[in-house]
């Protein structure tokens, strides 16, 4: 019972967080936060706790087959973001289907998928456009935030439960597929617009190297050391990773410096 209060509790306010941060400073840091682990990495908890570190180190394959797969979904949602949310969706979510079955069929080591994932997130980043997003035009409804929380709980908790029948690479898989990323995608999208989703996933993407970082160390270290010490590891080097995505993200860009710097010299 207190497993599962604690799967009802800890992702959506995770969720919440990243909600109120793209809220804060724009959609790209929320979706560089939603390139976290935040669903996933409790959810290899969970599968830790109730099936061993055995099960769980073989479910960070699904997720590192996901990594990849996430970023195909960002490139993917972008380019038909202007026909409209639903198209946008569906289109990305069998992209996302399709990789992630290919890399699973190949059943590649995770040191190969741990390289593939970062090319992937690579090609992501060029070929997603780096533009700022229009302002946001409609405030949320006051049952937005409760309803992405409930959405990511009533997930958080079915994962879990269908873990032991389709097996620890799938569940690595299903577990990673990105929720959160579309919870909030879908709100952007409907509220503000394309432009502000585009910025969404182009931060998801920069926040991906992050998510394969952590789950090639669990890899690496459940079936090694004990929990606190492999999953201790693991956040330190996401959170490491993410903190020099979100210094990098939050500089200006060298032709916006070179402008403003010339129109503060042309004053009068």
Not at 41 to 67: C, I, K, M, N, R
Request: with cysteine; glycine share 8%.
């Amino acid at each position: 019972m207190d497993l599962l209060v604690f799967k009802l509790v800890v992702t959506p306010l995770l969720l919440l967080a990243a909600s109120l941060a793209a809220r804060r400073w724009g959609e790209a840091v929320g979706g560089l936060l939603v390139g976290l682990p935040l669903t996933s990495g409790p959810v290899s908890v969970f599968l830790s706790l109730e099936h061993g570190p055995a099960f769980a180190a073989q479910a960070t394959a699904g997720s590192l087959v996901a990594t990849a797969a996430q970023a195909a979904f960002c490139v993917v949602y972008c380019r038909l973001a202007p026909r409209g949310w639903a198209v946008a969706l569906v289109g990305a979510g069998a992209t996302f289907a399709a990789v992630a079955a290919l890399l699973q069929w190949n059943a590649l080591p995770a040191n190969g998928l741990y390289l593939l994932a970062i090319l992937a997130i690579t090609l992501a980043l060029n070929l997603i456009p780096d533009k700022p997003a229009r302002p946001a035009k409609l405030a949320p409804p006051w049952w937005d935030l409760p309803s992405r929380m409930a959405l990511i709980a009533g997930l958080v908790v079915s994962v879990t439960l269908i873990a032991p029948y389709v097996g620890p690479e799938a569940s690595g898989v299903l577990a990673s597929f990105p929720f959160m990323a579309i919870i909030l995608a879908v709100f952007a999208h409907r509220m503000t617009g394309p432009e502000a989703t585009q910025q969404l996933m182009r931060g998801m993407a920069a926040g991906l190297l992050g998510f394969a970082s952590f789950f090639f160390v669990l890899s690496l270290t459940l079936t090694r050391w004990n929990l606190l010490a492999a999953y201790g590891g693991a956040i330190v080097c996401v959170l490491t990773i993410q903190a020099i995505s979100l210094y990098r993200m939050r500089l200006p860009a060298p032709g916006l410096h070179r402008q403003s710097t010339r129109a503060v010299g042309s004053a009068p």
